[in-house]
T-cell receptor, first 113, second 111 residues
């Protein structure tokens, strides 16, 4: 158990819909990262937040947005969903430092029908 | 951000030592090298991290030559449960902490 929690574990929705994925980092970790992993694909970095502020942005679509709240939990919002958005979405957290180790949650499996 | 190159896949047998090499020719002075392990449908798990020479923990060893342009993850006496994808990461984007996971190395351990 990494200490990072993600909800829900599974999500099935239809094209055009909007969903919200939630992540709670390890206690004390200020950084939260979001990744997308499609079937048999590598991990694609989406976005990072540090103590409530956006720190880095990767290949995140404009239909996707995220935020980190004062209690440090984070939400990833996916809108106007397409079939190709079906994937595993991982959240990771880390402590302060330029070489911080990332601890990953169990992921949310999203299926868009 | 240093780009990494790893073999796409490797096969091994139980009880053997497995060495996975990662090339990172443009590694920066302040970059560290980190390896993660990922099982199907699970999030990656930190294995080991190092800067130079050799690092060893209860799971693996990491060998880094003097020029730091490559690194080798060594898994002693692998078992079937070591079948996974192994990712090598080097450094962090100087403009922000943007982590780039490559394709990784898919290790198959056979009985």
């Amino acid at each position: 158990d990494s200490g990072v929690t993600q909800t829900p574990k599974h999500l099935i929705t239809a094209t055009g819909q909007r969903v919200t994925l939630r992540c709670s980092p390890r206690s004390g970790d200020l950084s939260v990262y979001w990744y997308q992993q499609s079937l048999d694909q590598g991990l694609q970095f989406l976005i990072q937040y540090y103590n409530g502020e956006e720190r880095a942005k990767g290949n995140i679509l404009e239909r996707f947005s995220a935020q980190q709240f004062p209690d440090l939990h984070s939400e990833l919002n996916l809108s106007s969903l397409e079939l190709g958005d079906s994937a595993l979405y991982f959240c990771a957290s880390s402590s302060v430092g330029s070489r911080e180790t990332q601890y990953f949650g169990p992921g949310t499996r999203l299926l868009v029908l | 951000l240093a780009k990494t190159t790893q073999p796409i896949s490797m096969d091994s047998y139980e009880g053997q030592e497995v060495n996975i090499t990662c090339s990172h020719n443009n590694i920066a002075t302040n970059d560290y090298i980190t390896w993660y392990q990922q099982f199907p449908s699970q999030g990656p798990r930190f294995i080991i991290q190092g800067y130079k020479t050799k690092v060893t923990n209860e799971v693996a060893s990491l060998f880094i030559p003097a020029d730091r342009k490559s690194s080798t993850l060594s898994l002693p006496r692998v078992s079937l449960s070591d079948t996974a994808v192994y990712y090598c990461l080097v450094g962090l984007d100087t403009g922000g902490f943007k982590t780039i996971f490559g394709a990784g190395t898919r290790l198959f351990v056979k009985a």
